[in-house]
């Protein structure tokens, strides 16, 4: 897929750094970390669905630059994003004799970023890793803004740190050989940044979807660094989330409840904050008078994307549901706080929503069985 590359600069000071956008920058990958002067020596760390694919091509860019790369390879899926796999990952690099200058490539989508940057930011007391994020979802969001983690048993995301890439390569061609259901589950991103940031975004998207779901090679290129520009904006303001950069956050709290509570990989992290951010605007229009019309078109622009804009509950799972809320990392004194929006492309952070207006808008009935 021949598109132009775009560059994009997440302005952080001395931790500034490039985002790549484009076809083909795989085969870019040893010469851009070259320009970085790294390390000789390094470890590329993907995943066994992404690594077959993916990894020999890596593998002989950065050999070609004169790099030293071994291969790390961890199980695909949410459940590989913990502790036990950042120890198997902490072995091999000291198996290898990895050092302080010596740095990291996340080869894969949002888990493996999140797992190999925690690993980075660790290991040795932190080594530099740069982004290589082969998803949707990775690519406008979970690769850019330094947040890196894993999951405890008690919640997603509870153990991690904020530490910044030296360089984030979006290839667009990986999102070829993405399943339809992770392409889709990408595009709740995607939504997610017109209706906190850009108005304009989000009518294209309405407008557009249709050949954005065909991989359209240029409107998927300005997407995609659309993107990655509001969330460059928004974390070169608030690089540790103490204000702005929880806009970010839009239907997570519930998604990331959906996500614990039903036991990872039931639903992609897309599928359930797509459901999280529905939920999300109808508490706005609940709180703050979001017009009922504009929830409408959030509804609707997620369920043309094919992905799922509800969830049935018994009582016990709303029980469940609302304890893994309260285990949120946004939790303050015991309050969950959410994003709410006020207008398309504007939302306020820090809102406190009564809990019996959280367990109505959840309902009842029966469980939800089905995989999306």
């Given at each position: 897929m021949l598109t132009a590359m775009r560059q994009v600069k997440v302005p952080l000071k001395e931790r500034s750094y490039s985002i790549f956008i484009g076809g083909g920058l795989l085969a870019r990958l040893g010469a851009e970390c070259a320009k970085l002067k790294l390390g000789q020596r390094c470890a590329v760390i993907t995943d066994r669905n992404v690594g077959p694919r993916y990894a020999r091509a890596a593998i002989a860019s950065l050999k070609a630059a004169g790099f030293d790369p071994v291969l790390i390879t961890v199980p695909a899926g949410e459940t590989a994003k913990s502790l036990k796999t950042v120890q198997a990952c902490y072995d091999?690099?000291?198996?290898?004799?990895?050092?302080r200058k010596s740095f990291i490539v996340a080869l894969g989508?949002?888990?493996v970023g999140d797992l190999a940057g925690f690993v980075a930011a660790t290991y040795l007391r932190g080594v530099p890793f740069v982004q290589v994020p082969t998803t949707l979802l990775a690519q406008v969001d979970s690769s850019v803004g330094g947040k890196v983690g894993v999951n405890l048993k008690a919640g997603k995301n509870l153990v991690g740190a904020f530490y910044q890439p030296k360089?984030?390569?979006?290839?667009?061609?990986?999102l070829r050989t993405l399943p339809k259901r992770e392409f889709r589950a990408g595009l709740a991103e995607v939504i997610k940044y017109g209706i906190i940031y850009d108005e304009a975004l989000f009518e294209r998207l309405e407008n557009r979807l249709a050949k954005l779901l065909k991989?359209?090679?240029?409107?998927l290129g300005e997407v995609v660094a659309r993107c990655c520009e509001i969330k460059a904006e928004v974390v070169g303001q608030d690089e540790t989330e103490t204000g702005l950069r929880a806009i970010l956050n839009f239907g997570h709290t519930i998604g990331h409840a959906i996500e614990n509570s039903f036991g990872y990989g039931k639903y992609l992290h897309g599928e359930a904050i797509s459901i999280g951010q529905i939920a999300a605007a109808e508490l706005s229009c609940a709180v703050l008078g979001f017009c009922g019309g504009c929830a409408e078109r959030i509804r609707d622009l997620f369920k043309r994307a094919g992905l799922p804009t509800e969830i049935s509950l018994t009582s016990a799972q709303r029980a469940k549901l609302l304890a893994a809320m309260k285990l949120d990392k946004k939790?303050?004194?015991?309050?969950?706080?959410?994003?709410?929006?006020?207008?398309i492309g504007k939302v306020v952070w820090g809102q406190k929503v009564p809990e019996e207006l959280v367990v109505e808008l959840l309902g009842g009935g029966?469980?939800?069985?089905s995989i999306p």
């Open positions: 091999e690099l000291a198996s290898h004799r990895l050092e989508g949002g888990v360089l984030v390569l979006c290839d667009l061609d990986t991989l359209d090679a240029k409107l939790v303050s004194g015991g309050e969950i706080k959410f994003v709410l929006a006020e207008d029966p469980p939800d069985d």
